[in-house]
């Protein structure tokens, strides 16, 4: 079975969190990684591939129409809200868009994003199965979207990329109640009755509300979702 991980970070990500998730993989997972960057990156050696989120399919059209202040966030009175940050969380999808092009025409079994936050800290379980989605739910929340598992020869696997796709470039993602990542992918998850596994359902006691989700279900690798990236990365 053939597998590919892909991610994506900004420049300021990269300092920040990235490089760390970039060392944490190659010394932990040796499948190869599409990582979607905004300037240029060799780090890594052979087993990552590096592409310019900005030359992917759509997306600099999608910023350029995301002209009003509530597409990023910025909801009234300079006050962000994050369900509402399209453009920024867009990246994300976009880049996922284009990786399951890339993975699907070089014959891989599945997709796996990994949010680049993360710090690998063993091998992470391979998916399998027949379900087509392997997600992060929460009883209490949306799902987290730091993980997120497609296979690819699954008979839903075109249409949640043509709904996915659709979303943006229409801009009926504006006509969701939220626009971030998670709620978009748990909205197309029920919209097309995707046949889904839940690899956090056997933590669901544990999960109140806005738990780490990541950490419960990959123990021995962490998430450093919002704040946590702040700490030392040394």
């Given at each position: ?86 453009t920024r969380f867009c990246r994300k999808h976009f880049a996922q ?16 994003w990994l949010d680049a936050d993360i710090e690998v800290g063993k ?112």
């Amino acid at each position: 079975m053939k597998i590919a991980y892909v991610t994506s970070f900004s420049p300021d990500g990269y300092e920040l969190y990235g490089k760390k998730f970039l060392d944490t993989y190659l010394e932990f997972i040796d499948h190869p990684l599409f990582c979607y960057v905004e300037a240029p990156c060799s780090y890594g050696g052979d087993q990552i591939s590096y592409y310019d989120l900005n030359n992917v399919h759509g997306l600099n059209e999608f910023l350029e129409n995301a002209r009003f202040s509530a597409m990023s966030g910025h909801v009234w009175d300079n006050h962000y809200d994050y369900r509402f940050a399209a453009t920024r969380f867009c990246r994300k999808h976009f880049a996922q868009i284009d990786a399951e092009k890339r993975a699907r025409e070089q014959g891989f079994d599945w997709l796996v994003w990994l949010d680049a936050d993360i710090e690998v800290g063993k091998p992470l379980p391979l998916p399998s199965g027949d379900n087509f989605l392997h997600y992060l739910g929460r009883p209490e929340w949306h799902s987290c979207a730091s993980y997120v598992a497609w296979n690819l020869g699954h008979v839903q696997n075109n249409e949640w990329w043509k709904l996915l796709s659709t979303l943006y470039k229409t801009g009926a993602l504006f006509a969701l109640p939220e626009w971030h990542d998670s709620y978009v992918n748990d909205w197309i998850r029920h919209q097309l009755k995707i046949d889904a596994l839940n690899i956090a359902e056997p933590y669901k006691d544990q999960l109140k509300s806005h738990a780490n989700v990541f950490d419960y279900v990959f123990q021995g690798s962490r998430h450093k979702k919002g704040g946590l990236k702040y700490e030392n990365n040394n």
